[in-house]
């Protein structure tokens, strides 16, 4: 867990516990579809996004809940600061509100073909599941589709899969958009209504999240 084991009064702070629980979800997101590729693998079905593509990222603004604005705000305090003061905040602000950035999302950086997420560990659950998950039908079924920029596998001869075609071909379904999607909504039910865009909800995330650290001080044998 990139989040560690210090500062322990922190994680027992409602913001450090959401933090924790979304982590979990992420987690189970990953296991998910690295088990689908693997399944598909097995039947000789090759699933991956192409070298270098980062197609997903150009001209995209994540909109993001605000246990997303700030799992994304520990993230950066922990990785891009050291919390020695306003500057380093400061910094980060600047980095999040940056006009020269030609991409709506401040994260996403071109001049990295394949690594175009400066973020990428704490990437939001829309960026997560893009690609490799399912959606649901109106008649409660599931339907994958592989990304446009994605070839089409050896072994499959269709691009749009329901779950008869997913079972015939592959043998497992990847992980459904929705059931994640509304775990995350049941960690804070109380701002499941408050999703802006991530440079929008970044910046208070940060500032919230770097007050609570503040008042949660370093362990002294933390390693």
Same mark, same amino acid.
């Given at each position: 867990?990139?989040?560690?084991? @210090? ?206 650290? @503040? ?9």
């Amino acid at each position: 867990m990139w989040h560690g084991q @210090h500062r322990r009064t922190f994680w027992d702070t409602a913001a450090g516990q959401q933090i924790l629980t979304l982590d979990l979800i992420f987690r189970k997101i990953s296991e998910a579809q690295q088990s689908f590729i693997r399944q598909a693998a097995q039947h000789a079905i090759r699933l991956t996004c192409p070298p270098g593509c980062g197609a997903c990222c150009h001209g995209f603004m994540p909109d993001v809940l605000p246990v997303e604005a700030d799992y994304i705000a520990y993230f950066l305090l922990s990785h891009e600061t050291k919390l020695t003061g306003e500057p380093e905040l400061s910094r980060i602000f600047f980095l999040v509100c940056a006009e020269d950035n030609p991409s709506p999302c401040p994260f996403h950086d071109p001049g990295r073909p394949g690594e175009n997420c400066r973020i990428y560990e704490a990437r939001p659950l829309v960026c997560r599941l893009f690609g490799f998950s399912s959606t649901q039908t109106k008649r409660s079924g599931i339907v994958y589709r592989l990304c446009r920029h994605m070839p089409t596998p050896q072994g499959l001869a269709e691009r749009t899969l329901g779950r008869e075609a997913l079972m015939r071909s592959i043998g497992a379904a990847p992980p459904l958009m929705s059931g994640f999607a509304i775990e995350m909504l049941a960690i804070d039910p109380s701002r499941a209504s408050e999703r802006r865009p991530l440079s929008e909800a970044l910046p208070p995330a940060l500032a919230r999240i770097a007050a609570s650290l @503040h008042y949660c001080p370093e362990e002294p044998n933390a390693a």
